[in-house]
């Protein structure tokens, strides 16, 4: 029987109040109450104390207040409750097969609980007793930051009284309802509450047996908890589990629909329905025949959208296996790349109740670039504009999964909100696969995804990789060379000793704003360059006076920044503004040093690439910059007198630079052979 409140508190005109312990619970309706379900076939055991039932509790006078003493593992039982309800049946929003459920206050401390109230006459047989002695034995002693907490119980002549956590903002079924479907970030912020109540269930070997979106509850805070605990037993061997069939049609497993009885495994398949339904709207198994709905279970037989990321997709599989061995583990879901590669919010905002939540940009980042939108376009105007870029933005994301290399076509859409620790504006997955786990990606095809890119000359909204054959040809030279070193290089444990002191030109900070204008960085010699999303390129020289613009490669117009042509006048806007974000909010990502050799000639940016795991940035002179997220490691591959060299940047920001030559005779480090087969592949596969 779940509990959940409704988070707008009645009017004074349908306030009604009364002493609980005047007895019986006034007639008006509740403002809440627990789901209504026939639970049939419910196993359950009475709670025994030293081999003597719950005592009743014993009425009092209706001008006294009842004293309520704590519970084991509970919290401290208000002194004084008053129940608020909202009087016609019609305004009822919530109950069960025993109960109702009032939002109450303690008059003492003004602290609101959620009363689940059960008249005696609901549980007059015995085994209806027996099924709230054991809900009330199991959730008792429940004391977790994901679990509906379960406070204290009395009764009277009339009914059974259970206080517990007041849930302000509902359940998930409410939000669902509201919203349709979830976006990937939110599904894994609720996800990881879930897993973390659950597995803490499973720790206290307590099966929940009902797992659904309507028995996930949301406080004020938007903190998920578990609640319902009508269904929930204790854990048994395999040989000696109960065959019962009992919880929510579309959420059954095979085994307990088979009467294999239930187990850990059978709340993980629940969990898998759960993610389904959080993020297509309905459950996987749903259709109009319940023997139908049966059958599909029994038979593991369900659809996966091509809406679907690859990483969902997997996650879904292997937690609705037929098998139940085949099932993952909950720490095992916990380190599934969907969440490994996938943006988290730390919290969400109580609007993500009714409206999709905006992960585009962290707070600094967001202020700043509306600011640049309001100078170039003006404000209420540009803010109207804004919001209807940003839906169509959504609906070309739905479509562009179902691409044939699941490009998406804008910015990250899940961007975390950091404080200011790197040169650069994170995307998401800095969480990633440890350093190690890129040795993976000598399957060529098989382990990077492309998530967002762009080239100069072309449009990069398009799916297709649009160069010319000299964009082309720097790429495979570079390609080239680093295949090479990889594949004739011997084994070794370590860098190289000798080390060379050279200086060239990198990308220090970076920032990422392809949703609505491109793609920006500095460079080491402070040169910041933006590659615009249709395909153009401008640079802002060190001493901010001067600009080239690149509309393709190799053709090259040269202007005052403060005398622009007038088509290029909000480009340039953009430019300075880029410049001044990245000047004021990121750090360097390195300690070589910055200098600048007027003899080579200017480096701008040809393409950029992002996957799950790195970005690739790729210029004019051959010049490769590979930076990994989930370390803010880099390598820098340059071609300097006709001799190319090889950088690489530690996660403490301390740079070697080396001759490829030198690799090739004596190796490297598995650390930096991952990296660079790693930045390999991610040039071959910049145009898949």
């Not at 669902?176 to 973390?196: G, N």
């Not at 000696?240 to 497993?253: D, F, V, W």
């Amino acid at each position: 029987m779940g509990i959940i409140c409704s988070p707008c508190p009645p009017t004074p005109a349908q306030l009604c109040k009364a002493s609980l312990g005047a007895g019986r619970p006034e007639a008006s309706g509740p403002l809440t109450q627990a789901t209504a379900k026939h639970r049939a076939g419910r196993e359950s055991r009475p709670e025994r104390r030293g081999g003597v039932r719950l005592p009743p509790f014993h009425r009092r006078e209706a001008q006294k207040r009842h004293s309520l003493a704590p519970s084991p593992g509970g919290a401290q039982a208000p002194a004084a409750v008053t129940r608020r309800g909202l009087g016609p049946r019609s305004a009822q929003q919530r109950k069960g097969g025993f109960a109702k459920c009032y939002e109450m206050t303690d008059l003492t401390t003004n602290k609101v609980y959620a009363a689940k109230i059960i008249p005696h006459s609901r549980v007059a047989k015995p085994h209806q007793r027996e099924k709230i002695d054991k809900e009330i034995e199991l959730h008792r002693m429940l004391n977790h930051s994901h679990v509906v907490q379960f406070y204290h119980y009395f009764e009277d002549k009339e009914n059974i009284y259970i206080l517990l956590e007041y849930c302000s903002r509902r359940s998930m079924a409410h939000i669902l309802k509201a919203r349709k479907v979830l976006t990937e970030p939110e599904v894994r912020y609720y996800l990881r509450q879930i897993v973390s109540g659950l597995k803490y269930l499973h720790e206290q070997e307590i099966l929940h047996r009902d797992l659904k979106l309507g028995n996930f509850f949301i406080n004020e805070a938007m903190e998920l908890k578990v609640g319902d605990f009508g269904l929930a037993a204790r854990l048994e061997p395999l040989e000696h589990r109960r065959r019962t069939i009992c919880g929510t049609p579309n959420y059954l497993s095979p085994e307990v629909l088979n009467k294999q009885g239930h187990g850990c495994e059978s709340d993980i398949w629940a969990l898998g329905c759960v993610m389904y339904t959080m993020l297509l709207g309905r459950p996987p198994f749903e259709t109009t025949n319940l023997k139908e709905t049966y059958r599909c279970i029994r038979e593991a037989r369900y659809t996966l959208p091509s809406s679907l990321l690859a990483p969902a997709k997997h996650l879904i599989a292997s937690m609705l296996s037929k098998n139940p061995e085949d099932r993952p583990s909950l720490d095992d879901i916990i380190r599934h790349d969907f969440f490994l590669q996938g943006f988290t919010p730390d919290r969400l905002s109580s609007s993500c109740c009714h409206t999709v939540p905006d992960f585009h940009l962290s707070s600094p980042a967001k202020n700043f670039f509306k600011k640049a939108a309001a100078a170039l376009f003006g404000g209420k105007k540009e803010k109207a504009r804004y919001f209807d870029t940003h839906n169509r933005l959504t609906k070309e994301d739905e479509e562009i999964y179902k691409l044939r290399h699941e490009l998406k076509k804008t910015s990250i859409t899940q961007q975390p909100h950091r404080h200011r620790t790197d040169e650069e504006t994170q995307p998401p997955n800095i969480t990633a696969a440890k350093p190690g786990t890129l040795a993976e990606t000598k399957q060529i095809g098989d382990s990077i995804r492309m998530i967002v890119r762009g080239t100069l000359g072309s449009c990069s909204s398009s799916s297709e990789c649009l160069e010319d054959s000299t964009m082309g040809s720097v790429a495979d030279t570079v390609a080239r060379v680093l295949r090479g070193c990889l594949e004739n290089m011997p084994e070794a444990d370590s860098i190289p000793k000798e080390q060379l002191t050279a200086s060239f030109q990198w990308v220090t900070k970076w920032v990422d704003y392809s949703n609505k204008y491109g793609f920006g960085y500095q460079l080491s010699d402070h040169t910041v360059g933006v590659l615009f999303n249709n395909g153009a390129h401008m640079s802002l020289l060190p001493d901010k006076k001067t600009v080239h613009y690149y509309a393709e490669l190799g053709q090259c117009s040269v202007f005052p920044a403060t005398d622009a042509p007038e088509q290029f006048i909000s480009q340039v806007t953009v430019l300075k503004y880029f410049s001044h974000y990245m000047e004021e909010n990121l750090m360097d990502g390195g300690d070589l040093p910055s200098v600048t050799d007027v003899r080579r000639p200017r480096l701008y940016l040809l393409q950029w690439l992002k996957s799950d795991k790195a970005l690739m940035m790729l210029f004019n002179d051959g010049t490769l910059q590979v930076n990994f997220y989930h370390d803010h490691t880099k390598i820098i591959i340059c071609n300097q007198s006709e001799e190319y060299l090889l950088t690489y940047i530690n996660e403490d920001r301390i740079s070697t630079t080396f001759r490829l030559t030198t690799l090739l005779i004596s190796g490297c480090s598995l650390e930096l052979k991952h990296r660079m087969e790693y930045a390999l592949n991610m040039l071959l596969q910049r145009c898949n």
